[in-house]
């Protein structure tokens, strides 16, 4: 099994940044992609940003330009770099991870799919 926690989720003004951070751990080894994701209190599930398992990235539109997906694998965590924060990206943002490399960003495209880990997540609310 492989446990995903999220950490660095906070209060921000709109046009600030913050940095999540998910710590891997457990079976990290069947990890072949991981990913961000966020839902927002009564929407769909959206992706954010993805690692395809060659290390290919996928960012959603929303996401192209403000925010950068990164990853320390001597550390087996994940990182999410958001700026120029708006009302629109407060959500509950969550890491998943999946044991097929190519199926992380298939679900940021295509917005459809299930993945085998996922995090608690951590709550960004975006407002002044």
């Known amino acids: 099994q492989v446990q995903l926690m999220e950490s660095g989720g906070g209060l921000v003004q709109p046009g600030g940044s913050l940095r999540l951070s998910c710590a891997a751990s457990?079976?990290?080894?069947?990890?072949?992609?991981m990913g961000w994701f966020r839902q927002a209190p009564g929407k769909e599930r959206e992706g954010v940003a993805a690692?395809?398992?060659?290390?290919?990235?996928h960012y959603a539109d929303f996401a192209q330009g403000r925010f950068a997906i990164s990853q320390d694998r001597s550390k087996n965590t994940l990182y999410l770099q958001m700026n120029s924060l708006q009302p629109e990206d407060t959500a509950m943002y969550f890491c998943a991870a999946h044991r097929n490399p190519f199926h992380c960003i298939h679900v940021v495209v295509t917005g459809r799919g299930e993945l085998d880990y996922r995090g608690q997540g951590t709550q960004v609310t975006v407002s002044s």
């Open positions: 457990g079976a990290t080894s069947s990890i072949e992609c």
């Open positions: 690692f395809g398992g060659s290390g290919t990235t």
